[in-house]
C-alpha cells in the first residue's frame, strides 16, 4: 500500500509539473489499466469532445471482469494537456476463488460466482505533448451486487497508447 501511495504522488507530481503547450486531443486509445481488483487491457473512445466510453477487460486471480464506464472530462488546472473525469457505469465477470477486497480482508464468495455491479470513476488522465501517450491516475468505487451487496474502493493507473 505504501509503495502504491508513492508510486501515486511521484506520478501526480511528474503530471502537475509539465510545461503547458497545445494539447493533443485524440478520439480513441488502447492500453493497459492496473487496479486494485483487476489488471487488463483498456480502450477509450471519445463520443462527444467532452464524453467518452471506457471499456476494461480486467484478469484478476480466478476469474475475468469486463467493465463499461461512461465519463465526462474537463480541462484540469488550465493545462491543456490535463484533462479531469468522473463517471459511471457496470460491470459483469466471473470469480472461482475469494473476492479480493482492496486494502482489507477478502470477501468469501462461492466457487464460480457471478460478479454483478455498479463502478464509479474519477481521476485525472495527462497527454503527453508530442506523443501519442497518454497516462492516468483515477479512484474507483465499486458496488457489488452479485455475491454481496457490498462496497469497497480502490486506486487505478493507466498507460494507453493514442490513435
Known amino acids: 500500500m505504501k ?14 509539473s ?3 503547450s497545445d494539447a493533443q486531443t485524440y478520439q480513441f486509445a488502447a492500453g493497459l489499466k492496473f487496479g ?3 489488471n487488463g487491457i483498456s480502450g477509450k473512445y471519445f463520443v462527444k469532445p467532452d464524453a467518452a466510453l471506457e471499456g476494461i477487460f480486467g484478469f484478476r486471480k480466478g476469474g475475468v471482469v469486463i ?6 472530462n474537463q480541462t484540469a488546472f488550465d493545462v491543456a494537456e490535463l484533462k479531469f473525469y468522473f ?3 457496470a460491470h459483469v465477470g466471473s470469480i472461482g476463488d475469494a473476492y479480493q477486497r482492496f486494502g482489507s480482508s477478502n470477501h468469501d464468495v462461492p466457487n464460480n460466482q457471478i460478479l454483478i455491479g455498479a463502478d464509479g470513476v474519477v481521476g485525472l488522465e495527462y497527454v503527453i505533448p508530442k506523443a501519442p501517450i497518454a497516462v492516468s491516475l483515477d ?18 493507473i493507466g498507460v494507453k497508447y493514442i490513435f
Open 139 to 156: 479512484l474507483n468505487p465499486r458496488l457489488e451486487l452479485a455475491g454481496g451487496p457490498f462496497f469497497d474502493l480502490a486506486p487505478g
Open 18 to 20: 509539465g510545461k503547458k
Open 87 to 89: 463517471g459511471g457505469g
Open 36 to 38: 486494485g481488483y483487476e
Open 67 to 72: 467493465t463499461g464506464l461512461y465519463e465526462i
Open 3 to 16: 509503495k502504491l501511495l508513492l508510486f501515486a504522488l511521484t506520478l501526480s507530481g511528474f503530471l502537475f
